[in-house]
C-alpha cells in the first residue's frame, strides 16, 4: 500500500479529533490535541457522543507562524511540581509516552532533569528546553530550577522568554521563592498565568492561595477554573467560563470529559464568575456594561479580555489541578495559548552602538536583518552548545554570524539543532521568535549576534552577586590542567559561579550562591572531569560600607628625576541610602569647573574611585554604597598624567573611608520554615538563636509558617538543628535579602581574624 502525503494524515487526524468533540466526551490526544481554537476553554460542546477514543498522531515540524508560537517558560518555589507538571505536557503533546516520576522507583527521573545529578537528588539544576505541538501551537517550554541557589537559570531564561507559568502549591501558596520568581518575571515585564497545583494533597486550597497571590504579590489574581473537590475528593475542574465541569479519566487522565457542574458548586461557581466577569470590566467596556446591567456575558466575549488584561500585566489567570494526578494540565495548555503572547506580540529592545547606544525597537519578522541573543552555554559531547533567542531575521545552517559583544568577531554557523532535554534535532534555519541551540560558537553567555548588517546589542540580564565563597585546592597536581578547565568551562557557563586567586594566600576562591550551588559544582568536577578537590570552610561574603559623609583633599606628588607625578582631587565621600536607592554600590558625581582638573582626566579619577571599591580598610571586603564628589583639585602642565590622577583618587579614597566611619556589611537571608504546629515555638526558638529576626507567621490547617530574617553565616549546619527540634518533621528554604550591619562585637572580632590571618 502506497504511504500518504504527511500533509494529508495530518488533514484526516484533525476531522477525527472535531468529529469526537461534538460530543460530552472529548478526546485530549496522547500526541497531539484538535486545534485549540475548536476543542478550548471557550468552545463548548453540543451534543453527547457515545464513547471516548484517543487518537496516536505523530510529532511534526512545520512552517512557523509567529501567532501560533509561545516561549514559555515554568517556574516555582522549590518542591511545587514543576518538573512533574512540564512531564505530563510532554506526555499530553505527545513529546514522550511514557510519564516518569521526578522520584519514581525505576530510577530514571524525569525527562526535562537530563544531568544524573539531578535525577539523584530529585530536584532541577539547570534550565532545560523542549518544544512541543498543542493543537495548531508550537510550544517552545524552558524548565527553570527552583531552588534559590540556582536562580541565575530562572534569570537568564525569563530574560529571552515571553511568558511565564507561575506554579504554586495548594498547601504553601505563596513561598519565598515565589516571591523572588515573582520578582524576576517582572524585570522582565513577562506576563504569567499561574497553576496552583497538587490540589490532591491534603490541606489543599486553591482560594486561600489565590488569595496570597493578591496579596502576597500584588497580581489581579482571578480564578479561570474552579476546583471540584480537595486533597483526596479533588476529581476535576469546572471551566467558569463555559459554566461547564471537566473530569479527566484514562490511566494517565488524557480522556477528558465534559459534564454539567456539580449542584452542591453551583453556588460557589456563580460567585467566582461573577468576581471574574467584574475583573474582565477593567478591560472590555462591553462587559463592563453587561456587568453594571445584570446581563449575562459569555465565555466568547471574555477570552480576548482576559488576553488583554493577561498580555498587560494587569491580570493573573489562575488555573488548578494536580500534576501529579494527571487532572487539569491540559485545560494549562488551553490558557497558555489561548492567554500568553506570541512573540510578535511582545515589544524587544536593543542598543544601537553606532548612534550612541540610542534603544531600538525590535521587529519579529523573518525580512529583517538578523538579531539573536546566546543566553545559556552548556558543554556537551559534540562541544560548546549554545542556546539563543532569535529576536529578529532568519538564521540558517552555513551563515556568518558576527558576535556584537566581541568586536563583532566572525564565527561560521556549522550546526544548527532544536533541543529536548539533552536530546536534540538537526534543522536547517530558525526564524524570528524561535529558541533554538547552535554549535561551534565561541561565545559567552549573553553575547549578541547579528548577521553583519546592524550593530545592536541586546540587554544584559541582571546577575546577582555571589554571597558565599570556598577555597579550593586540588588533591593531585597531576590533574591541574583538568582542574582549570572544569574552573574555566564553569564560569562561561554560569555567571555567578566565580572564580579568583587570593594573592596573599595563592589560594583558588570559588564563589557562588549558596552551599548547594557550590557543592554540585565541585561534585560535578569530580564526576565529568575526575578531579579530587579539597574544600576549605565556607566565607560567607561580607562587604564593607561607611555611616557618615567626609570630605577629602588629597595630593600625589612623586619626583624621581626627569619628569614626575602631580595631582590633587578634593571633594565630599558620602554613604548611599539604601532604603531608597537599593543596592547601588557606587556613584562618581563630577562637580569640576573652570578646569580645575582638565576633562581629559576626570574618568581617570573615576576609575581610581572605582578600583578603590574592591578592597575596603576593615577586612579588605568589597565595598558598597558609597558616593564620590569630585569638587576641586589640581595639576601640572608636565607632571600631571591619568595614571597619576588614578593613584591620586585611590588614595584619596582609603584615606576618607578610614574617617567616614566603616563598618562590615553581612549577607541577610529570608529563612521561611514550615512544619507541625505544635513545633512552632521550637521553631522560632533556632532562628531566634541564630540571630534571626521573626518577621512573620501564620497558622494554618495545623502547619505552622514562620519567615524570619537571619545573617548567612549563622545558618551553616541549620538543617541538623532543625530535625533535631522537631522531629524531623519541619523544612525550610532561604533566599538572599539584603545585606546588613553585623553587630559591633562581631565586627570587632572579623577584623582580628584578619588580621591573624594575614600575619599567618
Not at 553567555?445 to 550593530?455: A, I, P, R
Not at 549558596?514 to 576549605?536: A, C, F, N, S
Not at 559623609?549 to 614626575?564: E, I, L, P, R
Amino acid at each position: 500500500m502506497q504511504s500518504r502525503p504527511r500533509v494529508q494524515l495530518r488533514l484526516e487526524i484533525r476531522e477525527i479529533a472535531c468529529e469526537i468533540e461534538e460530543g460530552v466526551w472529548t478526546v485530549t490526544p496522547l500526541g497531539r490535541a484538535a486545534p485549540v481554537s475548536s476543542r478550548s476553554l471557550w468552545h463548548p460542546p453540543r451534543a453527547r457522543g457515545d464513547h471516548p477514543r484517543v487518537l496516536h498522531p505523530t510529532f511534526t515540524t512545520r512552517a512557523m507562524d509567529l501567532s501560533k508560537v509561545r516561549n514559555i517558560g515554568i517556574s516555582a518555589h522549590i518542591d511545587s511540581g514543576k518538573t512533574t507538571l512540564t512531564e505530563r505536557v510532554l506526555f499530553y503533546t505527545g513529546r514522550i509516552h511514557k510519564i516518569e516520576e521526578v522520584k519514581g522507583k525505576s530510577g530514571v527521573g524525569a525527562t526535562m532533569d537530563s544531568m544524573e545529578l539531578e535525577r539523584e537528588r530529585g530536584i532541577t539544576i539547570q534550565s532545560a528546553a523542549t518544544a512541543v505541538q498543542w493543537g495548531e501551537f508550537d510550544i517552545n517550554i524552558i524548565d527553570t530550577p527552583g531552588h534559590v541557589d540556582f536562580t541565575i537559570e530562572v534569570e537568564r531564561a525569563l530574560s529571552v522568554l515571553d511568558g511565564a507559568v507561575l506554579v504554586l502549591c495548594s498547601v504553601s501558596g505563596v513561598q519565598s521563592q515565589s516571591i523572588t520568581v515573582d520578582r524576576q518575571m517582572r524585570r522582565y515585564n513577562v506576563p504569567r498565568v499561574a497553576f496552583i497545583n497538587k490540589m490532591d494533597r491534603a490541606g489543599a486550597d486553591a482560594f486561600k492561595v489565590t488569595n496570597q497571590l493578591r496579596d502576597k504579590l500584588h497580581h489581579n489574581a482571578v480564578m479561570v477554573t474552579y476546583p471540584i473537590g480537595a486533597e483526596d475528593r479533588f476529581e476535576g475542574v469546572v471551566d467558569l467560563l463555559h459554566r461547564r465541569a471537566i473530569y479527566f479519566e484514562g490511566d494517565n487522565g488524557e480522556i477528558i470529559r465534559y459534564g454539567e457542574v456539580p449542584p452542591e458548586l453551583a453556588e460557589g461557581v456563580e460567585e467566582y464568575r461573577m468576581k471574574l466577569v467584574e475583573a474582565l470590566g477593567d478591560f472590555d467596556e462591553g462587559i463592563m456594561e453587561k456587568f453594571i446591567g445584570g446581563e449575562e456575558v459569555s465565555g466568547e466575549e471574555m477570552v480576548p479580555a482576559i488576553r488583554k488584561g493577561t498580555l498587560s500585566l494587569d491580570l493573573t489567570p489562575v488555573f488548578c489541578g494536580s500534576a501529579y494526578k494527571n487532572k487539569a494540565v491540559q485545560v494549562l495548555l488551553d490558557g497558555v495559548c489561548a492567554y500568553l503572547p506570541a512573540p510578535d506580540e511582545v515589544v524587544n529592545k536593543a542598543y544601537d552602538l553606532d548612534n550612541g547606544e540610542t534603544v531600538v525597537e525590535l521587529e519579529s519578522t523573518d525580512e529583517k536583518p538578523l538579531v539573536c541573543l546566546a543566553f545559556k552555554l552548556e558543554d556537551g559531547k559534540y562541544g560548546q552548545l549554545t542556546y539563543t533567542r532569535i529576536y529578529q531575521g532568519k538564521v540558517s545552517r552555513g551563515d556568518t554570524l558576527y558576535n556584537v559583544s566581541r568586536n563583532n568577531k566572525k564565527v561560521k554557523l556549522g550546526r544548527l539543532v532544536r533541543m529536548h532535554a539533552d536530546k536534540m534535532s538537526d534543522i536547517d534555519s530558525a526564524s524570528a521568535g524561535d529558541i533554538v541551540a547552535m554549535f561551534g560558537i565561541d561565545c559567552s553567555s549573553g553575547d549578541t549576534f547579528t548577521d553583519g548588517k546592524l550593530n545592536y546589542s541586546m540587554q544584559s540580564m541582571f546577575v546577582p552577586d555571589p554571597v558565599i565563597s570556598y577555597s579550593i585546592e586540588v588533591k593531585d597536581k597531576t590533574n591541574s590542567a583538568n582542574f582549570s578547565k572544569a574552573l574555566n568551562r564553569f564560569s562561561r557557563e554560569d555567571p555567578t559561579f566565580r572564580v579568583h586567586r587570593d594573592e596573599e594566600s595563592a589560594e583558588t576562591i570559588i564563589s557562588g550562591m549558596g552551599e548547594l550551588h557550590l557543592d554540585i559544582y565541585i561534585e560535578r568536577m569530580r564526576r565529568e572531569y575526575k578531579v579530587e578537590t579539597k574544600v576549605g570552610e565556607p566565607r560567607v561574603a561580607f562587604r564593607e560600607t561607611i555611616t557618615k559623609a567626609v570630605g577629602y583633599n588629597y595630593t600625589h606628588k612623586k619626583q624621581t628625576g626627569g619628569s614626575g607625578q602631580y595631582a590633587r582631587v578634593a571633594g565630599e565621600m558620602r554613604p548611599i541610602d539604601p532604603e531608597t536607592e537599593g543596592d547601588k554600590r557606587y556613584r562618581f558625581v563630577d562637580k569640576i569647573t573652570g578646569g580645575i582638573i582638565p576633562r581629559e582626566f576626570i574618568p581617570s579619577c573615576d576609575n581610581g574611585f572605582k578600583e578603590s571599591m574592591g578592597r575596603g580598610v576593615l577586612i579588605e571586603a568589597p565595598v558598597t554604597g558609597v558616593e564620590m564628589e569630585l569638587n576641586d583639585g589640581q595639576w601640572h602642565a608636565v607632571d600631571s598624567s591619568d595614571m597619576a590622577f588614578k593613584i591620586c583618587a585611590r588614595a584619596a579614597f582609603k584615606e576618607a573611608m578610614n574617617k567616614a566611619g566603616p563598618v562590615i556589611m553581612e549577607p541577610i537571608m529570608k529563612v521561611q520554615v514550615q512544619g507541625p504546629e505544635e513545633f512552632q515555638g521550637g521553631m522560632q526558638t533556632t532562628l531566634i538563636r541564630r540571630r534571626g529576626t521573626i518577621i512573620g507567621s501564620e497558622a494554618y490547617r495545623g502547619t505552622s509558617t514562620i519567615d524570619s530574617h537571619v545573617p548567612l553565616s549563622a545558618m551553616f549546619g541549620y538543617s541538623t538543628e532543625l530535625r533535631s527540634a522537631t522531629q524531623g518533621k519541619a523544612e525550610f528554604s532561604m533566599e538572599f535579602s539584603h545585606y546588613d550591619k553585623v553587630p559591633a562585637q562581631i565586627q570587632e572580632e572579623l577584623i582580628k581574624k584578619h588580621k591573624e590571618d594575614k600575619k599567618g
